[in-house]
């Protein structure tokens, strides 16, 4: 689980960096190795960051959605808190 972690904070290093390519990809990597740890909440949280990145408002309402009904009460906080570096 330490390695999709890793992915998140680079995720977050690129995007600081004016890399979003970078960043999508290191997000993609993350949400892959969250789901198969069964890291749900960060995975919703990755694929959120995603959905943001390529502005995409479907997708970022569905894992808000997603967020919502594992209890999170404000979704972008909990985002920015799990994944951070985008705001």
Same mark, same amino acid.
């Given at each position: 689980?330490?390695?999709?972690? =890793?992915?998140?904070?680079? #995720?977050?290093?690129?995007? %600081?960096?004016?890399?979003?390519?970078? $960043?999508?990809? $290191?997000?993609?990597?993350?949400?892959?190795?969250?789901?198969?740890?069964?890291?749900?909440?960060?995975? =919703?949280? =990755?694929?959120? %960051?995603?959905?943001?990145?390529?502005?995409? $408002?479907?997708?970022?309402? &569905? %894992?808000?959605?997603?967020?919502? #009904?594992?209890?999170?009460? #404000?979704? $972008?906080?909990?985002?920015?808190?799990?994944?951070?570096?985008? &705001?």
């Amino acid at each position: 689980w330490a390695d999709p972690l =890793a992915h998140l904070l680079r #995720a977050g290093v690129a995007i %600081q960096r004016g890399r979003a390519a970078g $960043a999508r990809t $290191a997000l993609e990597i993350a949400v892959s190795g969250l789901d198969s740890a069964q890291m749900r909440l960060w995975a =919703a949280a =990755a694929r959120y %960051q995603v959905a943001h990145l390529i502005g995409d $408002a479907d997708r970022c309402a &569905a %894992q808000e959605l997603l967020l919502r #009904a594992q209890g999170v009460v #404000a979704p $972008a906080r909990m985002v920015a808190a799990l994944v951070p570096g985008f &705001a």
